[in-house]
């Protein structure tokens, strides 16, 4: 079993649920030490007080604000659980919206909020079936690590998920960093989406979801490991350094999209039939209209 971040209770109402918060998810990445290259040894990072010049315990070390160059104000932590405020010892629920209506850039790590004995598995059981039926998250305020903090709580399988967001004021405006103004054909629009539909996905539990660098990192620490060469990967291709045709990009993309997926192209014919559609509503037009342009010159005559 993961270990307990947090307990604490969660406050819908006058309701209250007693909870254990546990880590959501795992990090299979590869750590790596710091070492001096000349013999192997640990590079270690020692904490030095910069008055007296030497280092100092874990027991000796706290929380400071600095108000000025000289002037810090001593925080300890237990003055910071002991804060007046009710999300301190609960998350407290305040409100429920429609999950569409969350940006997802707000939305951070997720937890487990496990019952803590048979005293809160009604209540917890109550909640998660009410946030079930009624399609909405909650949205709680709760307080973690000396800070107050802003919540979601959803439903995942048989339990509920919180998951730590950001503050409005945490989210960058993007505005500046927007390309300047251009212009989209609706061939360019309807080749995206069929590229889209080609690499549509039904779950993420498909073999080419995987991370495939920590895969390519515990390779290589095996081939040195063993003394043995790895194999060399291919070059990528040189970019030309010209703008690239961007209807005929989104067609080979179709392409190789469904030659991933082991489907028959065609020969293109599918990649190529919204374009070829509307060429050849608007190529009849065009020779209709110069057919009657090189009449008229004989009616008149």
Not at 89 to 106: G, Q
């Amino acid at each position: 079993m993961p270990r307990t971040i947090w307990s604490g209770a969660i406050s819908f109402g006058l309701v209250t649920v007693p909870i254990h918060v546990v880590s959501a998810t795992e990090d299979h990445s590869i750590h790596f030490h710091r070492v001096h290259l000349e013999d192997m040894a640990r590079v270690r990072t020692r904490k030095v007080c910069e008055l007296e010049d030497r280092e100092v315990s874990s027991d000796e070390i706290g929380k400071g604000y600095e108000i000025s160059r000289d002037v810090v104000i001593p925080i300890s932590d237990q003055e910071l659980r002991d804060l007046p405020l009710p999300t301190a010892k609960a998350i407290e629920i305040v409100a429920f919206m429609p999950w569409e209506a969350i940006d997802p850039i707000r939305i951070g790590d997720g937890y487990y909020l496990t019952p803590e004995g048979q005293v809160a598995a009604k209540p917890y059981k109550l909640l998660r079936q009410a946030l079930e039926r009624s399609s909405r998250v909650a949205v709680a305020r709760y307080a973690w690590s000396g800070r107050e903090r802003l919540g979601l709580l959803r439903v995942r399988g048989e339990a509920i998920v919180l998951h730590a967001m950001r503050w409005p004021d945490e989210i960058r405006d993007p505005s500046s960093l927007l390309p300047p103004p251009v212009e989209l054909s609706e061939e360019e629009i309807e080749g995206a989406l069929a590229l889209m539909d080609t690499m549509a996905r039904d779950d993420l539990d498909s073999p080419e979801f995987r991370d495939t660098y920590t895969e390519a990192v515990a390779e290589l620490i095996e081939a040195k490991r063993e003394h043995r060469e790895l194999a060399v990967s291919p070059e990528p291709a040189a970019e030309s350094g010209q703008l690239v045709d961007l209807m005929a990009a989104l067609q080979q993309s179709v392409s190789k999209a469904k030659e991933s997926r082991g489907e028959d192209t065609g020969e293109h014919a599918d990649v190529h039939k919204l374009p070829k559609k509307r060429a050849a509503k608007k190529q009849p037009a065009k020779k209709t209209a110069a057919k009657k342009t090189a009449r008229k010159p004989k009616k008149s005559a």
